[in-house]
């Protein structure tokens, strides 16, 4: 994974979402539990995020993203449909997309402007799908340490109140 997630790419991925007014996380299939944890990663900190289980409503979201906004889009194999579409949408509106994928080459890859590739590159399913949601998940707490590391005391107070929060719901 080292070797394709870069520091310099995560650092690219990083400032593009801490600088968005607005993120967007899609995911399907197994893909979508990975979005949703990223979604809840990023909101903790303070960030305004929509991640919609509904693929239709993604779509419009996405193609509702202010110009500064970003789509983080999330699929192991690159080419689920809803994800790809979703991130089309978002670039045609004019926010940027990051794209988190197993593979290099791939629709979901061609549609980013920054792309995160963690996984291998033959399409074999099975147990590779359950190793590229961990380092799928990796990569997701690397971008929000990093994001954490830009924002400093800001997110530290909305952490603050996330830990708040999580308390409350605990016995």
């Known amino acids: 994974m080292a070797v394709t997630v870069t ?44 991640a919609p289980a509904d693929p239709l409503t993604a779509q419009l979201v996405a193609s509702q993203l202010p110009p500064a906004g970003v789509c983080l889009a999330i699929s192991h194999t690159g ?11 978002a670039r045609r509106a004019g926010a940027k997309v990051v794209a988190l994928t197993s593979y290099a080459r791939s629709p979901l890859s061609e549609a980013g402007d920054c792309t995160l590739v963690a996984g291998g590159q033959d399409l074999v399913f099975g147990l590779e799908t359950v190793a590229s949601r961990l380092a799928h998940l990796t990569v997701i707490d690397a971008l929000t340490l990093t994001l954490l590391g830009l924002r400093g005391a800001p997110a530290e107070a909305a952490l603050r109140l996330s830990a708040d929060v999580t308390v409350d719901h605990s016995y």
């Open 7 to 50: 520091p310099e790419r995560l650092r690219t991925a990083a400032g593009l979402v801490g600088a968005a007014p607005r993120v967007l996380v899609v995911g399907a299939g197994l893909s979508g539990a990975v979005a949703l944890d990223a979604a809840y990663r990023l909101r903790a900190p303070g960030f305004a995020v929509d």
């Open 79 to 89: 080419a689920t449909r809803s994800t790809v579409d979703a991130a089309r949408r």
